[in-house]
């Protein structure tokens, strides 16, 4: 960490205040706590008290006379009178002491540094000792000193700075990075041929997928600093410190070029600007201190600006046209080698018991980005340390799978015996046409013990290798194999429940996509009709279509479902005795692999 200069200014400004206060204090205040020890008394009580002999110490003045009384602890004041002749004999007579001082007055230099001096010195050591604490704190932005001041983290080169060869898969990324890597350890090649590196570079991709790592690691791999920010700190507390903490780290950036300055989120503050009345000022100030801080360097200035978000189409089009963020490199959700390769990364960090089956976990976990995968290993060891084992094992880590995936195992949750039987059915029938159907991936594993996610059961399914297209029948028969839960139920005891409703809805929608989206109705052929908006954070589709076409959609998404059920349904009849062995079986078991279901499934 490079520590940041303290501000100066507002150090100068602190010092004057303090001075104010101590002038203040001297001027006004101090000498109105001395005069409120002195009580003011008149002519008469100053000559009554004279004539009882009650007179302590008495000093006359130019203009009044000081007196104590006979203790000596209070301190009178009268004014003088001029024609009293005999005032100091019947003084002297009463036994008054005359005094020289009465108001005992310190040695003037003691009193100087007592009120001058020692406030200085105090507020100034408070002064110091606090920005010094806030500073540590703050990582050099304190709200009291150094307001605007940006907060960026920096990571100068270090011996343990992440590499390429720590961020598992992501080949592509890797391979469109390394030009980056290439022109900050020898721009001089680049210039020569005329040729301008990109000053920013768009990192797109679904949270997890490894964006923050790779831009260490251009940052590692060169040998650069790093400096990091989120997109989401730009926009804080007060107008317009957005756009001055932008200042500072381009400021800072250029000091340390060449560098990386990796802004994480920047949707946060390059959202698309809308002509809104009342929109958000702070961010829109951000957003243009940005983008005036880009045009302003150079393209072979030598600082590189990485760029994170999972939504590229909500970025501002200024912010994505040449000469800004032109370049965008995908960061993909992993694939089963990827998988593979982040599960073997990780655990390298952890003890593992004998040979582990990366690819078998890998293919169970399908659809979970790097920061899942992580989370699997790291579960993985704590699942071992719980049962008590010194190292992790294929079970731990299959185990780790369904916690992160499905959510921890609900010990204490108890069904009664028949939903537990209707469980079983459900999970067999979606298990059964799912295996009778030639296209559908085998199942893994079938369990009716409940999970916090709030499922009673779960088919995990395998799917082998990646899949990138679907045909029209592989989707049909996902379809069926979804309500094939349901016409189990109903099958066996003639009764349906609410257990089926997360496969109803995923139905629902699988179904609307191939007639609205795939263009795989015989009616409607290649025609959309709905856009989708976000591709990266699952994808909402949004209607895009008369009202009349909305309600055929309808029709033939309700009619694509039931021939789906009945399909199912047709299915789990024809192999009525193999579901009662197999739901038979799970429900003794409460849990059976993919291998004893099949086993069962081809026994004669
Ligand atoms: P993002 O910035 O895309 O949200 P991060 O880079 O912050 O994701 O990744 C979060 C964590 O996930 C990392 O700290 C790392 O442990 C893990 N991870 C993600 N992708 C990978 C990968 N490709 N290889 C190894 N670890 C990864
Ligand atoms: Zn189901």
């Not at 100053?46 to 000081?66: A, C, D, P, Y």
């Not at 008369?546 to 959609?553: D, F, L």
Request: hydrophobic fraction near 40%; charged fraction near 25%; include cysteine.
């Amino acid at each position: 960490m490079n520590e940041a200069k303290p501000n100066k200014k507002p150090f100068v400004l602190y010092v004057v205040i303090v001075l104010g206060i101590t002038v203040l204090l001297n001027v006004l205040i101090m000498p109105m706590i001395a005069e409120a020890q002195i009580i003011e008394v008149d002519y008469g009580t100053f000559m009554s008290m004279t004539e009882k002999g009650e007179i302590g110490e008495v000093q006359i003045q130019n203009n009044r006379i000081l007196f104590t009384d006979k203790s000596g602890e209070q301190i009178y004041e009268t004014g003088k009178m001029d024609d009293d002749d005999g005032l100091v004999q019947r003084l002297y007579n009463s036994g008054a002491k005359f005094s020289g001082e009465i108001i005992e007055e310190t040695s003037p230099i003691l009193s100087f540094i007592l009120s001058w001096i020692l406030p200085l010195v105090v507020f100034y050591g408070l002064g110091y000792f606090l920005m010094k604490r806030m500073n540590k704190r703050g990582g050099g932005n304190t709200m009291m000193f150094n307001m605007g001041k940006s907060n960026a983290k920096v990571y100068v080169k270090s011996s343990n700075g992440i590499r390429f060869s720590d961020v598992a898969g992501e080949d592509e990324a890797k391979e469109n990075l390394a030009e980056i890597v290439d022109y900050l350890h020898d721009p001089q090649k680049f210039r020569e041929i005329g040729a301008s590196i990109p000053k920013g570079i768009l990192l797109v991709g679904p949270p997890g997928t490894g964006k923050t790592m790779l831009a260490k690691a251009v940052a590692g791999e060169a040998s650069v600093p790093f400096f990091s920010m989120s997109g989401s700190e730009f926009v804080e507390m007060f107008v317009g410190m957005g756009a001055s903490k932008v200042r500072d780290l381009f400021r800072q950036a250029k000091e340390k070029a060449p560098c990386i300055v990796f802004i994480d989120e920047i949707d946060a503050i390059g959202k698309k600007r809308d002509g809104n009345l009342g929109g958000n000022d702070e961010r829109e100030q951000t957003l243009n201190q940005l983008l005036t801080e880009m045009d302003g360097f150079e393209g072979n200035g030598g600082v590189i600006i990485l760029a994170a978000t999972n939504r590229p189409d909500s970025l501002d089009p200024a912010l994505t046209r040449p000469g800004r963020f032109d370049r965008r490199v995908p960061v993909e959700l992993p694939d089963l080698k990827g998988r593979e390769e982040i599960l073997k990364v990780h655990a390298k960090k952890i003890k593992v018991y004998g040979n582990i089956d990366y690819n078998r976990i890998a293919r169970m976990a399908s659809g979970a980005s790097g920061a899942e995968l992580a989370n699997i290993v790291n579960e993985a060891a704590l699942h071992a340390v719980r049962a008590g084992r010194r190292s992790v094992t294929q079970m731990d880590f299959e185990e780790s799978i369904e916690v992160v995936i499905a959510g921890y195992q609900k010990k204490n949750a108890i069904l009664t015996d028949k939903e537990k039987m209707i469980v079983a059915y459900h999970e067999i029938g979606h298990a059964l046409v799912a295996a009778k159907q030639t296209h559908s991936a085998p199942v893994q594993k079938i369990t009716i013990v409940p999970r916090t996610s709030g499922a009673l059961g779960y088919t995990m399914q395998v799917e082998e290798g990646n899949r990138y297209l679907m045909t029209k029948v592989e989707l049909e028969n996902r379809i069926a194999t979804l309500t094939g839960g349901r016409a189990a139920e109903e099958l066996a005891c003639g009764c349906i429940t609410t257990g089926a409703s997360n496969d109803i809805e995923q139905a629902t929608k699988l179904a609307r996509a191939m007639i609205s989206r795939y263009g795989m109705s015989e009616e409607f052929g290649m025609v959309a009709f709905e856009a989708q908006t976000n591709r990266y954070l699952g994808g909402e589709a949004v209607a895009d279509c008369s009202a009349e076409t909305h309600s055929a959609i309808d029709r033939m998404v309700v009619e694509l479902v039931k021939k789906q059920y009945g399909k199912a349904s047709d299915i789990l009849r024809e192999n009525r005795r193999k579901l009662d062995t197999l739901a038979q079986k799970l429900y003794e078991a409460e849990s059976i692999t993919g291998d004893e279901f099949m086993s069962i499934l081809e026994a004669e």
